[in-house]
């Protein structure tokens, strides 16, 4: 199996910070990659796909990058709404996925 | 527009059996592969099991393969997971999941809202 491994595991960021994700693959993944919200008590939401793709209806303030081994979820600029836990998925092989950075308001 | 709706959750004791159901609308069905993810209390996410379109083949998590049976009714739109030898761990909310595009497998675009499975004695 593909293991991925995100960090931070959680950070904490104010209203308009600049908020880095990062992810790694255990191999060579090349773009297949996705990042996912999860609010607290509901389903995850897709918001990036192909690594650098963004989802329909998500807003431009969310950037994916990288490829290979190394992947990064950017926010350019953290909103309230944007309290949630992020997860990366790798979908070059079976899915897997990381253990998730839960982002914080302060 | 898309809907995925999971039912069949509960209590069940170790050991126990169960079936969850997922009835989806708003997308031809027959062809989108399909997923079912859990995530335990407090944990994260975690695939457990993969369909193809036309449902010949099946792909399973080690930590179910031999215990959960994944299936589809492409005439009736609608998807189970059959979980046999249900462990505590195996405590979750399933969710049924829909890739984003036909085309492309793994790009989970859609989610259920989840169904709760408790394994307890």
């Known amino acids: 199996d593909i293991q991925m491994t995100q960090s931070p595991s959680s950070l904490s960021a104010s209203v308009g910070d600049r908020v880095t994700i990062t992810c790694q693959a255990s191999?060579?993944?090349?773009?297949?990659l996705n990042w996912y919200q999860q609010k607290p008590g509901k389903a995850p939401k897709l918001l990036i796909y192909g690594a650098s793709n963004l989802e329909t209806g998500v807003p431009s303030r969310f950037g994916g990058s990288g490829s290979g081994t190394d992947f990064t979820l950017t926010i350019s600029s953290l909103q309230p709404e944007d309290l949630a836990t992020y997860y990366c998925q790798q979908y070059d092989n079976l899915p897997t996925f990381g253990q998730g950075t839960r982002l914080e308001i302060k | 527009q898309v809907q995925l709706v999971e039912s069949g959750g509960g209590v069940v004791q170790p050991g126990g059996s169960l079936r969850l159901s997922c009835a989806t609308s708003g997308f031809t069905f027959s062809t989108y592969a399909m997923y079912w993810v859990r995530q335990a209390p407090g944990k994260g996410l975690e695939w457990m099991a993969f369909?193809?379109?036309?449902?010949?083949?099946?792909y399973y998590a080690d930590s179910v393969k031999g215990r959960f049976t994944i299936s589809r009714d492409n005439s009736k739109s609608s998807l189970s997971l059959q979980m046999n030898s249900l462990r505590v761990e195996d405590t979750a909310i399933y969710y049924c999941v829909k890739d984003r595009i036909e085309r492309v497998q793994g790009e989970f675009g859609n989610w259920g809202q989840g169904t709760l499975v408790t394994v307890s004695s």
């Open positions: 191999q060579d993944i090349r773009k297949y």
């Open positions: 369909i193809r379109s036309d449902g010949q083949n099946t």
